[in-house]
């Protein structure tokens, strides 16, 4: 199932399963917000688990972060402590 960058890995037959999806989109949200500084283009990939007991989110972005008016790549500045 296809919800833009998020993308299902297994569906589940649960009633749960919309609980999941909303959960898992406003946890790519606070990602979207925190570590790409509200900048959906950054997101690389978005994917619901169902592998495991727990439902879970895996994502990839981009860690461009900004100083001073200029963008750069930056690791280590995009994961706040």
Not at 7 to 13: F, S
Not at 20 to 45: K, M, P, W
Request: aromatic share 8%; charged share 25%; hydrophobic share 35%.
């Amino acid at each position: 199932m296809d919800y833009g960058i998020m993308r299902v890995e297994k569906r589940t037959r649960s009633a749960v399963y919309g609980l999941q999806i909303e959960a898992n989109r406003t946890a790519l949200d606070f990602h979207v917000l925190e570590y790409c500084g509200g900048d959906r283009s950054l997101l690389l990939n978005a994917v619901i688990h169902f592998d495991e007991s727990t439902p879970h989110l895996h994502v990839a972005s981009i860690p461009i972060v900004k100083d001073n008016d200029e963008s750069h790549l930056s690791a280590k500045k995009s994961w706040k402590t």
